[in-house]
């Protein structure tokens, strides 16, 4: 984990710097393992964000307000206002070479109408509000003045050796490593005693002998000595250069930095980092964090937000199963109204037949039925009655049946692709099309659609043609109706979920484009884990939108079909 102890020396030095002295002005939970805080000093507002998610665990300001995602009010969050809101934070500590950060927090109480200036006022009420960052043991902790633990982000009962922490009780710092020397003033001499140790590896014996230093930074000591990352602990390593870097480290000024991979960044440190190639420095160790994390955080939370958006789809998607069932057995009921229809009819018919107080009419081999107890007319006149009443609340069955069957449609389409996409803008981008079309709302209930609108795939084939793939319903819609010519070949996998897939051409596309398309036809669909599918094709001219219907249902005429096997789009360029 890149955040270390010398990364909280570097954030704590940074709040000392902007909000010591600032009152808290706003407090919310943006995930149920989180924090924020608004923070106003100086005529500026500070936001403050903590996380104590064990795969990204954290302290550092943010460049924005982050945004609330735990609605109910939860016991913190109720404590949190009490103690911390409209609170001043008095000092920032860190204790020495470890990963917690602590703010010391006064809020002096409202004043009274009758309250003179100097009164003394002896109920002021103080708090610390502990961030631990220490991988899974990560924890928020409030703290009173007593030194009672007043709740945490995460509880955790009293059981064998662990640390407890639970309201009422006594808040006691982690364990520190016994037997770990200072890092701030190691020597050639301590280095070099390394050597009687069983490790052999110079950077895990470093990590092992000194407190607070991270796999990265010892790393970094290393690099800046010797020129490598890493060294097997020897006699002949010039010790004295690495004691010195690894000093330089801690008690060098701070000098925030990013290591990138094309062009995503995949480290941060409070100092200017040699061990990677591309490394640009940062104005402050949050900014540092604040780009890392919210990069990091969508590449990991790919998986977490298509899984949850899945589920949601497929609550949508039973429901809108159920009302499809319902609205079956009312058309079922039409066949019934017709045999209403009939009896009455047939009654009249056979009036001359029926006798006071008869039960039955016999006509074609049928048995109608008759209450003794109502003339032959009034049986009539109530199956009349009936097949009218029925006949008015089965009006617009059939369209609503229709308008149903195209909403399922469109929600096997969007779970097919939903579980093809493979990036954080088609995620994203997929969730808010279903909020446009209403079948979700978004955080806190609002209809509001969020993230980036997704593009189509747009790639080259081997013989130099434009492919369009749409990986939504709402791209497969602007791939058919937008992009795609009249005269250009449209694909999709028959009687499947999945992609349209569009071929630019001024002329019929060689058999070799036609095959790469419908691979990608085949990939972005149900059918990817086939070995094959049938793929249907016809010129984008015999491809009809269903009036009314949903993004991406279509209706197909004059086509023919193929068999192709899945080919993925990064065997293409794209164009």
Not at 284 to 312: C, G, P, V
Request: hydrophobic fraction near 40%; charged fraction near 25%; include cysteine.
């Amino acid at each position: 984990m890149n955040y270390d102890a010398l990364t909280v020396s570097a954030v704590a030095e940074e709040l000392r710097r902007t909000i010591v002295g600032g009152r808290i002005q706003r407090v919310l939970l943006p995930t149920p393992l989180s924090i924020g805080l608004e923070v106003y000093h100086a005529g500026r507002r500070y936001q403050l964000f903590a996380s104590a998610n064990p795969a990204n665990p954290r302290v550092h300001l943010l460049s924005a307000k982050p945004t609330r995602g735990v609605e109910r009010e939860t016991p913190l969050v109720l404590l949190l206002r009490k103690y911390v809101r409209n609170g001043f934070i008095e000092a920032v500590e860190q204790p020495d070479l470890e990963r917690i950060l602590a703010l010391s927090i006064i809020k002096h109480p409202p004043p009274r109408k009758d309250e003179r200036e100097d009164d003394d006022v002896d109920d002021e009420q103080r708090c610390d509000l502990i961030f631990e960052v220490m991988g899974p043991r990560s924890n928020i902790i409030l703290v009173d003045d007593d030194n009672l633990i007043l709740d945490a982000v995460k509880r955790v009962p009293s059981e064998g050796t662990r640390r407890t922490i639970m309201p009422r009780e006594v808040y006691t710092a982690p364990p520190h490593p016994a037997n770990r020397r200072d890092p701030r003033t190691v020597t050639a001499n301590g280095l070099a005693a390394l050597l009687n140790g069983d490790e052999r590896d110079l950077g895990k014996a470093i990590i092992a002998a000194y407190a607070g230093v991270s796999p990265q930074q010892a790393r970094e000591a290393i690099m800046r000595a010797t020129g490598q990352t890493s060294a097997a602990l020897t006699p002949d390593l010039p010790f004295e250069a690495i004691a010195g870097t690894l000093r330089g480290l801690w008690t060098e000024p701070f000098a925030p930095s990013l290591a990138f991979q094309n062009d995503e960044p995949i480290a941060f440190a409070p100092y200017n980092m040699a061990q990677f190639p591309d490394v640009r420095p940062v104005e402050s160790i949050s900014e540092a964090l604040d780009a890392f994390y919210a990069a990091a955080e969508q590449i990991t939370s790919h998986a977490q937000r298509r899984d949850a958006l899945k589920q949601r789809l497929l609550d949508v998607r039973e429901r809108t199963q159920r009302q499809r069932d319902a609205l079956g057995r009312e058309l079922e009921r039409a066949n019934a109204l017709e045999r209403l229809r009939w009896e009455g009819e047939m009654i009249y018919g056979y009036l001359h037949t029926l006798s006071p107080g008869a039960t039955e009419l016999h006509v074609e081999d049928r048995v109608i039925k008759l209450d003794p107890d109502r003339t032959p007319v009034e049986n009539a006149q109530a199956r009349f009655r009936e097949y009218d009443k029925a006949k008015g609340a089965l009006a617009g069955v059939p369209e609503r049946l229709t308008a149903t069957d195209g909403q399922l449609s469109y929600l096997d389409e969007t779970i097919t692709l939903l579980d093809l996409a493979d990036s954080y803008e088609a995620i994203a981008g997929m969730e808010r099309e279903v909020q446009e079309q209403g079948l979700i709302k978004a955080a806190g209930g609002k209809n509001q659609a969020r993230g980036p609108r997704s593009q189509p795939l747009r790639l080259r084939s081997s013989d130099g043609l434009t492919i369009f793939v749409g990986r939504s319903a709402g791209q497969n819609e602007e791939v058919t109706f937008r992009l795609a010519r009249p005269d250009d070949l449209w694909l999709h996998v028959r009687d499947m979920p999945g992609a349209h897939v569009v071929i630019q051409s001024e002329s019929a596309p060689p058999d070799r484009t036609i095959e790469e398309a419908a691979g990608l036809a085949v990939y972005f669909s149900a059918g990817r884990g086939s070995t094959s599918a049938e793929v249907t094709l016809t010129q984008r001219r015999h491809v009809r939108k269903i009036p009314g219907g949903p993004p991406g249902l279509v209706s197909v005429r004059n086509e023919h079909t193929i068999r192709a096997v899945p080919i993925p789009p990064d065997t293409l360029q794209r164009a």
